[in-house]
């Protein structure tokens, strides 16, 4: 086991766009591993009371929501703020938090740019400023989300992909910063959950065929990656593993 916070009482975790989708997951498996969930949402608070709920129903008094927009300096002070509140503490935390959709080059507007980076780069770095001294004192990790896109570009999808190859670039600096007191690693999902707008069935075909495995994977897939870098990889830091079926191999 690693050192988060191990013989100082129940790990507490705050995962990131923990309403739905591979959020969600990562929060019920961190969960049946033993700790304590800040969940965080944005928009959907309702799913994250949903998932607070299921939480609460198997352990009581083990999961609390907090809501805020991360994408500017406000919500990453009221979300630490809310943290402090709840628990007072932080052994693990999972950016998780992202926001895609397409920006084709020469159709792009600075609000999409802005609005990209803000959330899937700028928000995970403040964040950690922010809870820096109480993943200190935990002697805590940090694992997150990134994406195989953040190595191959996805066509139609650069500012996504440049805010995810700069979430490379974040934890590797940040295990690099931040070692030997917190741990730092990343997670990039492949073809585990379809966009809302989900591509044909021509499309999706076309991206399993290009997987090692051949088919899709499931969100917790990516729930007992971060586990396993969050709790039980105690001289892992600074790296990023793909789970994505091998598509890496031929993207």
Known sequence: MSSSGQGRGKRVA?????GARIGAAIAAEL??????????CNANRKGAEAQAARLNAARPDSAVVAQADLSGQPGVDSLADQ???????????????????????G????WQWEDLLNSNLRGPWFLVQ???????????SIVNIVDVHAERPMSGHAIYCI??????????????????????????PGAILWPEAEPSAAAKQSILGRTALGRPGDPADIASAV?????????VTGQILAVDGGRLLNI
């Not at 969960?31 to 965080?40: A, T, V």
């Not at 922010?130 to 805590?140: H, K, M």
């Not at 490379?168 to 917190?182: D, I, N, Q, S």
């Open 83 to 105: 943290l402090r509140a709840a628990y007072g503490r932080l052994d693990v935390l999972v950016n998780n938090a992202s926001r895609f959709y397409p920006t084709p080059v």
């Open 14 to 18: 705050l995962v990131t766009g923990a």
């Open 107 to 110: 159709a792009t507007l600075a």
């Open 163 to 188: 805010s995810k190859a700069g979430l490379v670039m974040l934890t590797k600096c940040l295990a690099r910063e931040l070692g030997p007191a917190v741990r730092v690693n990343g997670v990039a």
């Open 31 to 40: 969960h049946g591993r033993g700790c304590d969930l800040l969940l965080h």
């Open 227 to 235: 586990a396993y870098l969050a709790l039980d990889a105690p001289y």
């Open 130 to 140: 922010a809870l820096l001294g109480e993943l200190r004192a935990a002697g805590g």
